[in-house]
T-cell receptor, first 115, second 113 residues
Framework: DADVTQTPRNRITKTGKRIMLECSQTKGHDRMYWYRQDPGLGLRLIYYSFDVKDINKGEISDGYSVSRQAQAKFSLSLESAIPNQTALYFC??????????????FGSGTRLTVV | AQSVTQPDIHITVSEGASLELRCNYS??????LFWYVQSPGQGLQLLLKYFSGDTLVQGIKGFEAEFKRSQSSFNLRKPSVHWSDAAEYFC???????????FGGGTRVLVKP
């Protein structure tokens, strides 16, 4: 099994619908992140969580919410999806502080299309 | 605030030729620097990182990068490109005091036979 698992892998939804993207990890990391990737813009941080009770907004949090259900689970919700939220979404995890062995561990991504 | 610029959106290189991808960052002190690669349909894989010490960093898949403080750059290089190196490459910067990464816009590399 992958260290960081995102579900679904692909999703098409209609404008105005609520949708949840899920992320679970087996790394045992405290810190989890949601990024979105758009062509030419790289990855931009939506929300991040340093532990179950610590959730923070990133640079583009408007229109999104998150839930940290457990150390291993971090979900991203679009309350009312709009077409410009069409993107590739990545979940990532990291250990406390900067590990000398690796930075982030990424999931394989969720490709979301809002029509 | 920290930022990363990758000036080249696309680069086309012949198989066997050398490759250099540019990355410039903006940060008030010495940052932590990373290069990630994203193959088609895949997540991001860490190629290499710089935290401190030797400014020439070796990574996986034959890649290396050089940190130049005076130029605020962290360019990625590979002496001889293989067809499997066709992918998108992202430079990222992290502040030592926190874990948030800021990514550049990415450079897509195409490899010609």
């Amino acid at each position: 099994d992958a260290d960081v698992t995102q579900t679904p892998r692909n999703r098409i939804t209609k404008t105005g619908k609520r949708i949840m993207l899920e992320c679970s990890q087996t790394k045992g990391h405290d810190r989890m992140y949601w990024y979105r990737q758009d062509p030419g813009l790289g990855l931009r941080l939506i929300y991040y969580s340093f532990d179950v009770k610590d959730i923070n907004k990133g640079e583009i949090s408007d229109g999104y919410s998150v839930s940290r259900q457990a150390q291993a689970k971090f979900s991203l919700s679009l309350e009312s999806a709009i077409p410009n939220q069409t993107a590739l979404y990545f979940c990532a995890t990291s250990d406390y502080g900067w590990s000398q062995d690796y930075g982030y561990t990424f999931g394989s991504g969720t490709r979301l299309t809002v029509v | 605030a920290q930022s990363v610029t990758q000036p080249d959106i696309h680069i086309t290189v012949s198989e066997g030729a050398s490759l250099e991808l540019r990355c410039n960052y903006s940060y008030g002190a010495t940052p932590y620097l990373f290069w990630y690669v994203q193959s088609p349909g895949q997540g991001l894989q860490l190629l290499l990182k710089y935290f401190s010490g030797d400014t020439l960093v070796q990574g996986i898949k034959g890649f290396e990068a050089e940190f130049k403080r005076s130029q605020s750059s962290f360019n990625l290089r590979k002496p001889s490109v293989h067809w499997s190196d066709a992918a998108e490459y992202f430079c990222a910067v992290g502040a030592p005091a926190g874990n948030k990464l800021t990514f550049g816009g990415g450079t897509r590399v195409l490899v010609k036979p």
